[in-house]
């Protein structure tokens, strides 16, 4: 059962193909930990199950039975998870593409960070989204659209995932974890509107370390604490720079209406929101570091980070 805030995507995509009107080449987007895997994945089975038209796949044919065991002929799957997607495997689509349905049927393709496709790659694949073959669907996903070319982003139907009602999201959350303990409204917001970030933390446990990390941090912009120990503590945590990200917006935020209060001049202002966009740009980019370059050392570019910010704070 797909979650609530993913149900009128999927939707939209089966009244698209019930009418005829299905573009071959979706590309959902969004911030990781929303929910593209699960809907993708429900809209692939759906496009691959031979019973007769439903929102959900019927779960008993032959499809449905290959595409639970994890094995379906006719669907393939490239993720840019652990390396970039190069040349190679844009000709294995090519491929894929060219062959017989095994199953006499659509055929799926998944692209899972999409942005991970190199420039030649993305330019290999281009051919496959402009001459579209009959009964084949691309679905691609990404959480950083900003480094997808728009050659590909401009011949895909795209569909930002979001989710549209927060008090739902909440409410599932609820239903999926044990959070008696916790503010799920403050862990969501924590995590970006990202619910299976918050499911990830509760499942790994690793809410304590989160709110732990956040006390951490405020001690860190007040300068009560050296880098070396909150470094320490944000190495334990995958996602622990969105935690930094969003304490930063914060205390900025904070900064900010201290400021108008005391009446000071606007200039200050506009000098304290480059600090902030400057920074904010700064994690971006170690996110971005992290994700697409193989190798590097994770602890090194975070006290990198963690200097830089210092520094920028220091000029204000
Ligand atoms: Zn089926």
Redesign the pocket.
């Known amino acids: 059962m797909l979650a609530p805030w993913l149900l009128s995507f999927a939707e939209q995509v089966f009244e698209n193909r019930k009418n005829g009107r299905l573009h071959h080449a979706l590309l959902f987007y969004g911030t990781k930990g929303v929910g593209k895997a699960p809907l993708s994945q429900q809209i692939s089975a759906q496009l691959l199950?031979?019973?007769d038209l439903y929102l959900t796949?019927?779960?008993?044919?032959q499809?449905?039975t290959l595409f639970s065991a994890g094995n379906h002929p006719d669907l393939l799957i490239i993720d840019g998870a652990e390396k970039s997607i190069g040349v190679d495997e844009v000709r294995a689509i090519t491929e894929f593409i060219n062959k017989t349905s095994q199953l006499k049927n659509n055929k799926v393709v998944r692209i899972i960070n999409a942005e991970k496709m190199s420039e030649s790659a993305a330019n290999a694949l281009l051919k496959n989204l402009e001459e579209p073959s009959a009964k084949v669907y691309l679905i691609l996903t990404s959480s950083d659209i900003s480094q997808l070319s728009a050659t590909i982003t401009s011949r895909c139907t795209k569909h930002r995932i979001n989710i549209t009602d927060k008090a739902n999201a909440i409410e599932w959350i609820k239903s999926q974890v044990n959070t008696a303990n916790y503010n799920v409204t403050e862990l969501l917001a924590l995590s970006g509107d990202a619910p299976y970030k918050v499911i990830d933390w509760a499942e790994q446990g690793r809410i304590e370390l989160i709110y732990q990390i956040i006390e951490h941090i405020k001690h860190w912009l007040n300068g009560s604490e050296s880098n070396e120990k909150l470094l320490t503590l944000l190495a334990q945590l995958p996602d622990g720079v969105t935690i930094l990200m969003n304490q930063l917006s914060l205390y900025f935020y904070q900064r900010l209406t201290e400021q108008h209060n005391q009446t000071q001049e606007l200039a200050n202002e506009s000098c304290y929101f480059e600090s902030f966009s400057s920074i904010i740009e700064q994690c971006l980019q170690f996110v971005r570091n992290e994700q697409h370059a193989v190798g590097l050392n994770h602890n090194m570019q975070l006290r990198s980070l963690l200097y830089k910010i210092e520094r920028t704070l220091c000029r204000e």
């Open positions: 199950c031979s019973a796949p019927c779960g008993n044919c499809s449905c």
